[in-house]
């Protein structure tokens, strides 16, 4: 069983941060662990994913340049920097775990509730 906590969600004005936090527990093996998110009326897209064993890190197209993803295997979690906010980056936004496979955005397994990130223009 793996519990996936995200906290850091809220309102913030266009061109603000905020860091996303996510926390893990449970015994199996994370071996990768990313952020997606969906705004309403939209499906859910994956944003940014690191791996467990080496770090390598991607990111969204929509992302990148603004937000960064980093890990702290040893307290088992997983941040989220969002620089540079854009209306169109409010979404609730979900940690997500893959114990199968060290694959990012394809075939996680284990979902957060998610924590709500608002944009005002």
């Not at 309102?11 to 905020?18: E, F, K, P, R």
């Not at 449970?26 to 939209?42: I, V």
């Not at 609730?92 to 998610?114: D, E, R, S």
């Amino acid at each position: 069983q793996v519990q996936l906590v995200e906290s850091g969600g809220g309102l913030v004005q266009a061109g603000g941060s905020l860091r996303l936090s996510c926390t893990a527990s449970g015994r199996t093996f994370r071996r990768a662990m990313g952020w997606f998110r969906q705004a309403p009326g939209k499906e859910r897209e994956g944003i940014s994913c690191i791996t467990t064993n080496d770090g390598t890190t991607y990111y969204a197209d929509s992302v990148k340049g603004r937000f960064t993803i980093t890990r702290d295997n040893a307290n088992h979690t997983v941040y989220l920097q969002m620089n540079s906010l854009k209306p169109e980056d409010a979404a609730v936004y979900f940690c997500a775990a893959n114990t199968i496979a060290t694959l990012c955005f394809y075939g996680m397994n284990h979902w957060g509730k998610g924590t709500l990130v608002t944009v005002s223009s």
